[in-house]
């Protein structure tokens, strides 16, 4: 994490797997290295159990595959066609979202009579 940044509960709102297409968005990895990118991005852990529950039910989906290697120890996943259409809409969704969310919080006018605090 860049330490600019604090951790915040606001990390988790989003679904396991937009973190995980997004720490798959630039090349395959296997669960650790997941982990590990989650971690850098969002700046809090995401658990082995929750990791590979999202990936199964990315799997079924077909949003990620897993990359076939000699290494058994090692599963990289990678994200597939249809992952990386899906991981691209999410975030303009999200990015409209965010748009919206922070022009509204700018444009609210203190003390304005019926406003919520």
């Known amino acids: 994490m860049d330490g600019a940044r604090e951790p915040s509960?606001?990390?988790f709102a989003l679904e396991a797997a937009v973190w995980i297409m997004v720490a798959l968005a630039n090349q395959p990895k296997h669960g650790y290295?997941?982990?590990k990118d989650i971690l850098d991005l969002g700046g809090f852990s995401m658990r082995p159990g929750t990791l590979y529950a999202a990936l199964a039910r990315m799997e079924r989906a077909q949003?990620?595959?897993?990359v076939q290697t000699s290494d058994y120890r090692?599963?990289?996943f990678r994200l597939t066609g249809t992952g990386?259409?899906?991981l691209e809409a999410d975030l303009k969704t999200l990015a409209a979202l965010a748009s919206t969310g922070l022009r509204r919080l700018k444009s609210r006018k203190p003390g304005?009579?019926?406003a919520q605090p």
Request: aromatic share 0%; glycine share 6%; proline share 5%.
């Open 9 to 11: 509960e606001a990390s």
């Open 33 to 35: 290295a997941i982990m």
């Open 63 to 66: 949003l990620v595959e897993e």
């Open 74 to 76: 090692r599963r990289p």
């Open 84 to 86: 990386r259409t899906r």
């Open 112 to 114: 304005k009579k019926g």
